[in-house]
């Protein structure tokens, strides 16, 4: 990842897009969250959705699928440019996480992030932290996933 | 028919839910889908990271919690999802061998105004591994159908 000073409040990226099919969510949905409107196709369309959709869970899952996919690809461009990655340092966890709206199956789901907030690491010299709201939006603009993440970024020192 | 409704959730109603069983072969499984990290991936690169073995990512936790709260109750009930999590904190490294239970425990509810045959719950969810040590705290907001499906719940919460 990139070094907590190169970061900025209001920076915006975007990490990609996920097509959810119907087989993939009954799949992550038997195994994790069997819901009679994640595996159902016809029990779906009689419940409040309406329709198959995807375990908030799962959406979460693919979101981190392409923020590692995101990270891989930063860390590349910064070695192709002479220089070390900093190290990602653990996440303390979420807040604020919502689905706003159901992810059914044939949506495409565009993720990005946003750095909210920047911010010393208390108690850990060499990191700062980062506060970032992480969004999925559907084909139609709609918001369906939020949250707010914060992470352990590791500064350049003293160089 | 379902055996739980909104109304068997009220303040103060705690139960715990489990075990499950956690492998590293599932730990990877999930991590070369959704998480691709060296920690969760790999037993000797795990070693070598800031968590000092191989270990579940985090969202693979919330899954497993999801799938344990299934079994418990959510299968048996008239779910209708959740709206989200206000926090989700990661305390401990969830690892192979991991036997996990979880504790719910109710902390408000409320019937919602626009669809009065519907009831939140805010709940608190704590995982615990099998050494009784906390891995994981989430607090959520479910919704369930409620049995009476219009009106204000008696006591008028």
């Not at chain 1, 208390?122 to 139609?140: C, D, F, S, Y």
């Not at chain 2, 303040?11 to 499984?29: L, P």
């Not at chain 2, 401990?92 to 669809?115: N, Q, Y």
Request: net charge neutral; with cysteine.
């Amino acid at each position: 990842m990139r070094y907590f000073e190169d970061m900025r409040v209001g920076e915006r990226t975007e990490l990609g897009s996920h097509t959810f099919t119907a087989d993939e969510i009954k799949t992550f949905a038997h195994r994790y969250d069997p819901q009679r409107f994640h595996i159902d196709d016809d029990a779906a369309a009689r419940s409040h959705f309406g329709a198959l959709c995807a375990s908030g869970w799962h959406t979460t899952a693919v979101y981190m699928r392409h923020f590692v996919e995101f990270e891989r690809r930063e860390a590349e461009r910064m070695r192709a440019a002479g220089e070390t990655p900093a190290r990602a340092g653990p996440s303390p966890g979420i807040r604020e996480l919502r689905w706003l709206r159901p992810v059914y199956a044939g949506d495409t789901i565009t993720f990005a992030r946003e750095v909210k907030e920047l911010r010393d690491a208390a108690g850990r010299p060499g990191w700062g932290l980062m506060v970032a709201q992480n969004t999925g939006v559907n084909q139609k603009g709609e918001l369906v996933l939020s949250f707010m993440g914060a992470k352990f970024a590791e500064k350049r020192g003293k160089a | 028919m379902p055996k739980y409704y909104w109304e068997d959730f009220p303040v103060g109603h705690m139960a715990e839910y489990g075990t499950y069983e956690v492998t590293a072969e599932e730990i990877k499984a999930f991590a070369a889908e959704f998480d691709p990290q060296p920690m969760h991936l790999d037993e000797e690169a795990a070693r070598a990271s800031i968590v000092g073995g191989l270990c579940a990512s985090g969202w693979h936790s919330c899954a497993i919690m999801m799938r344990i709260l299934a079994d418990g109750y959510v299968l048996d009930s008239a779910s209708m999802g959740a709206t989200g999590c206000p926090e989700i904190k990661w305390i401990a490294p969830v690892r192979p061998g991991d036997r996990l239970r979880v504790r719910v425990k109710v902390l408000g509810t409320r019937v919602s105004r626009s669809r009065p045959e519907m009831g939140f719950v805010n709940a608190r969810i704590d995982m615990f591994n099998h050494a009784d040590l906390p891995v994981m705290t989430v607090t959520t907001n479910m919704m369930l159908e409620r049995r009476a499906k219009t009106g204000e719940p008696a006591g008028g919460a």
